[in-house]
């Protein structure tokens, strides 16, 4: 084998993706753990300044997990193969971004806040951090996006996170307050 860039292991684009998927189930995984021990003392302290936010309970963060866990592994399964189309790298890019964005926000900014742990912080920083920069980093060196729809891509991406968030917290509300049935 030679050292071309080729054959270098961070331009395999299905080791990329294959570890990208398992550092999303391992995070997600992560979260399932420690989100009913750590997630509720985050809650209240944000009730504290004044910013009751209704999380959304276990039962529907249960859903929300495995959604956010195989929907998005399922989308760098079909783009992570070949034959290898620009509308597929927009999708890793896009998926790669989603996450990237969810290392700063919430995990590192809550771990800030509560001083301390907060549920996926781990597998945000070590995880994530690195493989969604490598992703993106392969895309944009493999030049089936232009750097218009790379970035198009990517906003997209960095627009999911708070839209799908959003929806959640809402849901949650309506639902801790009775109005959804």
Known sequence: MTDSPA?????????????????????????????????????AL???????????PWSMMRIALAAATLVPI??????????????KDAILAGVATVFLVNVLVPHLIA?????????????ALLLNL???????RH?????????????LAMAAGALMLPLTTGAMLVVASLLRQGVAT
């Open 46 to 56: 944000l009730a504290r300044w004044g910013l009751p936010i209704a999380f959304p």
């Open 7 to 43: 054959n270098r292991w961070w331009d395999n684009r299905h080791l990329i993706a294959a570890a990208l998927a398992m550092a999303i189930a391992l995070h997600n995984f992560e979260e399932w753990l420690t989100f009913a021990r750590f997630g509720e003392p985050f809650a």
């Open 130 to 136: 690195p493989l969604c920069s490598l992703m993106i």
């Open 74 to 87: 399922v989308l760098i399964w079909i783009a992570g193969r070949a034959p290898f189309l620009w509308w």
């Open 139 to 151: 895309v944009a060196r493999g030049r089936l996006l232009s750097r218009a729809r790379l970035r």
């Open 111 to 123: 771990a800030i806040v509560v001083g301390g742990y907060a549920p996926g912080i781990v597998t």
